[in-house]
């Protein structure tokens, strides 16, 4: 015989939604001015020009372009936005 209780629902309840982190926009894809191109928690990617970081580490376009990934200072991940007209 079972020697606990059948309380079953008090002993869930712990799961929490997932965050929805990581790349959204991803390098050659096009964005527009204020697209969310990385959401994040800490300094993954680091934002390079026309890229702007949120107070939650979020990085977002500042113009319109073409999303790059490359590699900067100390072998860092930088994002950043080639305008359009140059693009």
Known sequence: MAHKKGVGSS???RESASQRLGVKIWGGQK????N???RQRGNKHFPGENVAQGKDDTLYA?????????R???DKSV????PAAEA
Not at 31 to 34: E, L
């Open 79 to 82: 994002v950043s936005v080639i």
């Open 31 to 34: 964005c527009i001015a204020g």
């Open 11 to 13: 002993k869930n309840g």
């Open 62 to 70: 500042l113009v319109d372009g073409t999303v790059n990934f490359h």
């Open 36 to 38: 969310i191109i990385v």
């Open 72 to 74: 900067g200072k100390y």
